[in-house]
């Protein structure tokens, strides 16, 4: 996973509550995250046009905070088949899946094989 860091904003009271209200959440989990001021928000996001646009309100501020990411789905989709390989599955790709049948074993059931 790549940290880039990560800015969520608001251009509405709505959204700019909703996004306070997860700065005090991530204060008592103990994230560090930051309010930012529409400058700041620019600053961290210099394309971003912070001014009201004809569909758009301005932006009242943002929520940064520096642990979000990305990551590759791809990848991990690939890391959890090749673990599943190690455990014993057998991969087919490119195969069309007609059904599912889930079985719910106990921690004492026995092989079902």
Same mark, same amino acid.
């Given at each position: 996973?790549?940290?880039?860091?990560? /800015?969520?904003?608001?251009?509405?009271?709505?959204?700019?509550?909703? =996004?306070?209200?997860?700065?005090?959440?991530?204060?008592?989990?103990?994230?560090?995250?930051?309010? =930012?001021?529409?400058?700041?928000?620019?600053?961290?996001?210099?394309?971003?046009?912070?001014?009201?646009?004809? $569909? $758009?309100?301005?932006? &009242?501020?943002?929520?940064?905070?520096?642990?979000?990411?990305? =990551?590759?789905?791809?990848?991990?989709?690939?890391?959890?088949?090749?673990?599943?390989?190690?455990?014993?599955? $057998? &991969?087919?790709?490119? $195969?069309? /899946?007609?059904? =599912?049948?889930?079985?719910?074993?106990?921690?004492?059931?026995?092989?079902?094989?």
């Amino acid at each position: 996973m790549q940290y880039s860091g990560g /800015v969520n904003f608001a251009c509405t009271p709505d959204r700019w509550q909703y =996004l306070r209200n997860e700065w005090a959440k991530h204060r008592t989990m103990g994230i560090d995250s930051t309010l =930012l001021t529409p400058e700041q928000v620019k600053d961290k996001c210099p394309p971003l046009n912070v001014e009201a646009g004809e $569909t $758009t309100g301005a932006i &009242i501020g943002g929520l940064f905070d520096q642990n979000e990411g990305y =990551l590759d789905c791809s990848g991990v989709t690939w890391a959890y088949a090749k673990s599943a390989q190690k455990g014993g599955a $057998t &991969i087919h790709q490119h $195969t069309k /899946v007609d059904g =599912l049948t889930q079985v719910i074993m106990s921690p004492n059931a026995q092989d079902l094989g």
